[in-house]
């Protein structure tokens, strides 16, 4: 896995992209050894953190880290949907909340994948092509009994 990954990023880079890679356990990277997992991070232009105690192991892969990260990584809770984005290249960072429901709300109905939501929204599309979104909506709304504050 770790050549296909190291391949993807050559290739990458010649063509003057960049990728971002988020680690939950970054013990995963550790297992390829401490060689590789520095070669592939120090590859990347950015990494994505979720928070975790296991600082010690970043930093021995290769992912710098500053007290204020170091303590965001381990004081935010897991289901915060909270993230570091870390910058390799330029040491630059940010802590980023991810929580789409707060953005987006009810429009994540829309993914739904739920066979018995798919019917409805077939339905909906067949009878009405402009606003068949916007129904389906209303009706998940309504039966979920869903309060926006």
């Known amino acids: 896995m770790f050549a296909y990954i190291a391949n993807v990023l050559a290739q990458a880079r010649k063509i003057n992209g960049t990728l971002c890679m988020a680690f939950q356990k970054i013990s995963q990277v ?7 997992a520095k070669s592939l991070i ?18 021995e892969c290769g992912v710098p880290l500053s007290d204020s990260e170091i303590n965001f990584l381990h004081n935010t809770d897991m289901r915060a949907r909270q993230v570091l984005v870390k910058n390799i290249v330029t040491n630059a960072s940010a802590f980023i909340e991810i929580d789409l429901k707060k953005d987006l709300q009810e429009l994540l109905y829309i993914l739904d994948s739920n066979a018995g939501n798919r019917k409805i929204l077939n339905d909906l599309k067949k009878t009405n092509q402009e606003t068949y979104k916007e129904e389906y909506l209303k009706i998940k709304k309504e039966s979920e009994n869903i309060q926006y504050v």
């Open 42 to 59: 120090g590859n990347l232009s950015q990494v994505i953190i979720y928070p975790t105690k296991d600082t010690d192991e970043l930093i």
């Open 30 to 36: 550790k297992e390829l050894g401490i060689d590789k």
